[in-house]
């Protein structure tokens, strides 16, 4: 059979359980003792491993296959967690991921594991790296020869107990399946069918779910509820074909407690033999961890049966030639609406107002189809702060609120690299050490909060620390030694000027510039990336509390609402997110100052552009006007006036690419077709702004 067809769903539905994995794993590693989340993990790994065998990709199932048998031994309560297995099963994370990126790019999956491997095997056998253990010292103690009372938890004992107190029969039921049974989980699935027809489990070991899945030898054991006698319950299992034994025993609440508290010291007594064995065994002690917050164990919720999946997956080109047909039929409609308008045709303009409302819906309906959940990017997040903090030997606690937060895939896809910066420098120069947050009286571990949420026709998203924030003092002093600014201009400079010159290419203020980050190193890069999103990023520092990096996307690239207005013969669009009002002024209120025109605007002066002028426009010139039309627009928390010569109205467009027929022009973010067929000239406002 040929697998190529099947290729590229593999690698889809292999890179969601590897982030699934590695979501959970840093889940668990701030709760090891939550055996519900290394189920989880447990069932990822083993359909990833029955995807990649399918596949044929023997040396990523084999490796899952190893991490599937540690983790099976901990949800058995087998072994407990320990720093050692963590990092290990992130190394083997990290390889598989490897894997399926060779397989992305054509190759066979292969990488060298071999020392991966040995450290599972070991893990598995008790037979730690260096260390001299044999592996019997872990076996032995782990694999009892019989079942052994089942442990309960408060609540159930708690279930148990107060049965017994309002006269019901409560039974311990030992279950052994024939060996010659080829359909164990079938046998063991009648005997809780018939025992669930008059009464209630309370507890089974191993779980139900493993049961029916036939992952236990021939026995199982369980704690039951019911009105009717152990004679009547035993032949009604040893009725069951293929059941070779059955023994019921009631208890009551002294046999009970006896029971569980056998199971409690039987646990213990596992626990501690295991980890005897591997403090005995490791020589290196794991590095030091980033200190979890400490988490609530609570009991599991009933889980409720799967919804089916309403979704399917759509190849992003196929995506990319929806929203360009989208765009013509845009196009056309404005054509459309213009006929309408010049032929005065009644009939004509109810099709067309008819028409205008259904494409509006289907604008919508396109748009949202190409808007994805920010937590794509985000969620590579925690696993990279985990293993910063490791590194630098920091305490960090990574807070992401708005993950849900919607933007346009083409954002989406361009925003990850400038985040990575800004959280690697957040971690390495934002945060202070452990001894220094002490000495200044904070928490030893660190906050970096990860936030992102809608305002009007933008989202934002925010990288905010509670580290030693930004010394203007020491700020403008490297700048000034690196010839960035003079100290005439640093002195004239406000706060935030001042923080802006972090962006500056090749800036930082780190003492010693390390391979993780430098506080500036890349941020000039950010700062490229984010304007050629049409966004902006800002900063606010409070020196000795921390520092919030503001990033300003706009939603979408492919279809936006502008202000139309002419100069002379030529059309231009200026986004309306960007605007902030419309006016007229008379040609004595521009003023000049220092060789800058200025006008005054809400009782301030700000910078004053005369469109034909950046553009040279032949056929108009606005120094000959009384008075002009002007476009307020705004760049973060800074305006200016921008004049034109007439506004035609506002519109949606569509975003077109100036392509590689033209060079960068600044000021000119690209172009749209008008319903007219004449082409307009979409203006960048940021360029004006500096």
């Known amino acids: 059979m040929d697998m190529n067809q099947y290729l590229s769903m593999f690698i889809d539905e292999s890179n969601d359980h590897l982030q699934s994995l590695n979501e959970n794993m840093l889940q668990l590693e701030g709760n090891p003792e939550d055996l519900g989340i290394v189920q989880v993990i447990f069932r990822s790994a083993h359909t990833l491993k029955g995807m990649a065998a399918t596949m044929g990709f023997e040396d990523l199932a084999s490796l899952t296959h190893k991490m599937e048998n540690v983790l099976d031994m901990v949800r058995n309560e087998k072994l407990k967690m320990q720093d050692f297995i963590f990092d290990t099963l992130f190394k083997s994370l990290d390889a598989l991921e490897t894997m399926v990126q060779d397989i992305t790019n054509g190759g066979e999956g292969k990488a060298d594991v071999s020392a991966i491997v040995t450290s599972l095997q070991a893990i598995e056998s008790g037979e730690w790296t260096g260390g001299d253990a044999p592996a019997a010292a872990v076996a032995q103690t782990t694999v009892p020869e019989t079942l052994a009372a089942v442990q309960l938890d408060e609540f159930q004992y708690s279930v148990l107990d107060q049965s017994i107190a309002e006269g019901h029969r409560v039974f311990y039921i030992e279950v052994l399946v024939s ?40 026995n199982f054991s369980l704690y039951y509820i019911t009105t009717k006698e152990a004679q009547e319950l035993e032949q009604g299992i040893l009725s069951i074909s293929e059941i070779e034994s059955a023994k019921v025993i009631q208890l009551d609440q002294e046999t009970l407690e006896q029971m569980t508290n056998q199971a409690a010291v039987a646990a213990e007594a596992e626990v501690v033999a295991v980890n005897d064995a591997i403090a005995a065994s490791q020589v290196k002690e794991a590095p030091p961890k980033a200190e979890a917050k400490p988490t609530e164990t609570k009991a599991a919720a009933p889980k409720q049966a799967a919804a089916p999946s309403r979704t399917i997956r759509v190849d992003i080109e196929r995506l990319d030639v929806l929203m360009n047909l989208f765009s013509e039929l845009l196009i056309d409609r404005s054509r459309l609406e213009q006929l309408a308008s010049e032929t005065g045709n009644n009939d004509l303009s109810d099709t067309v107002a008819h028409l205008s409302r259904v494409s509006t819906d289907l604008q919508n309906i396109v748009l949202k189809l190409r808007m994805v959940p920010v937590d794509t990017v985000f969620n590579r997040f925690p696993r990279m702060i985990r293993d910063l903090a490791k590194t630098l030997d920091k305490k960090i606690d990574l807070v992401i609120t708005g993950a849900e937060t919607e933007l346009d895939r083409t954002v989406i896809d361009e925003i990850g690299d400038p985040l990575v910066h800004l959280l690697r420098n957040a971690v390495d120069h934002g945060v202070e050490s452990i001894a220094e947050r002490v000495a200044a009286g904070k928490l030893e571990m660190g906050t970096v909060n990860l936030r992102a949420f809608h305002s009007g026709n933008h989202v934002f998203i925010e990288i905010e620390d509670d580290g030693k924030g930004i010394y203007r003092e020491k700020l403008l002093k490297t700048a000034i030694s690196r010839g960035v600014v003079t100290e005439e201009q640093g002195a004239k400079m406000s706060d935030d000027e001042v923080n802006q010159l972090l962006f500056a290419p090749g800036f930082s203020t780190a003492d010693v510039i390390s391979d993780i980050s430098g506080r500036g190193v890349g941020l000039d890069v950010v700062k490229s990336k984010i304007t050629s999103l049409g966004g902006n990023v800002t900063i606010h520092s409070t020196p000795g509390k921390g520092t919030n990096f503001s990033v300003q996307l706009p939603l979408t690239l492919s279809i936006i609402a502008a202000m139309l207005v002419r100069v002379g013969s030529e059309k231009y669009a200026i986004p309306l997110s960007s605007i902030v009002e419309t006016a007229i002024v008379q040609r004595e209120q521009v003023r000049n100052i220092h060789g800058n025109k200025m006008i005054t605007f809400r009782e301030s002066l700000i910078p004053y552009l005369s469109l034909n002028e950046v553009f040279s426009v032949p056929d108009f010139n606005d120094a000959e006007e009384k008075e002009t039309e002007i476009v307020v627009i705004r760049k973060g928390d800074r305006l200016a006036a921008v004049s034109v010569e007439e506004f035609i109205g506002q519109s949606e467009i569509v975003l077109k690419s100036m392509g590689t027929y033209l060079p960068a022009i600044e000021g000119i973010s690209g172009a749209t077709i008008l319903g007219d067929g004449q082409v307009a000239l979409i203006v960048d406002p940021n360029a004006f702004i500096k």
């Open 179 to 218: 060996e010659h049974s080829q359909l164990k989980g079938v046998r063991a699935y009648m005997v809780f069918d018939l025992l669930e027809r008059s009464g209630e489990v309370v507890k089974a070991f191993p779980s139900v779910q493993d049961i029916e899945q036939e992952k236990f030898e021939r």
